[in-house]
């Protein structure tokens, strides 16, 4: 598998470094859960941001489409790599929150406490799933 961390710096007026991740989406066989396949790619994304980190990193952003193991775009083979968010809100830490512990809540509660756990500024690309009226 391949992964590439590109740190930037700023020379302006504050030092600033960034960390830019480019990557191979894990795909797994054709009998993988699309659980386990979240699963795999955000652990990587875990990896690289505490790699980040290390070097003094303090934004780290993933590609597009990169924790989403489908191999095409349309909504049924997205649909299985998304969940629902909740509105924005201050007090929102769903690493700590006891609402957003369930599976239902999987990226996002990994991605705040991959950032939390880092101190470290983590921009994930996901599928937000809405329920509508038919």
Do not use: W
């Amino acid at each position: 598998m391949f992964s590439l961390l590109l740190l930037i710096a700023s020379s302006a007026a504050a030092d600033y470094i960034g960390a830019v991740v480019e990557h191979d989406i894990y795909f797994g066989s054709d009998d993988s859960s699309p659980e386990s396949l979240l699963r795999a790619n955000i652990d990587m994304y875990g990896e690289l941001a505490a790699v980040a980190a290390l070097n003094k990193a303090q934004v780290v952003v993933f590609p597009e489409f990169g924790l989403t193991a489908a191999r095409d775009s349309t909504r049924n083979s997205l649909y299985p790599f998304s969940e629902t968010f909740p509105a924005v809100s201050t007090d929102l830490v769903p690493c700590t929150d006891s609402e957003y512990q369930s599976a239902e809540h999987f990226i996002l509660k990994t991605s705040s406490c991959m950032a939390m756990n880092n101190n470290i500024v983590v921009l994930v690309n996901t599928v937000e799933s809405i329920a509508c009226d038919s």
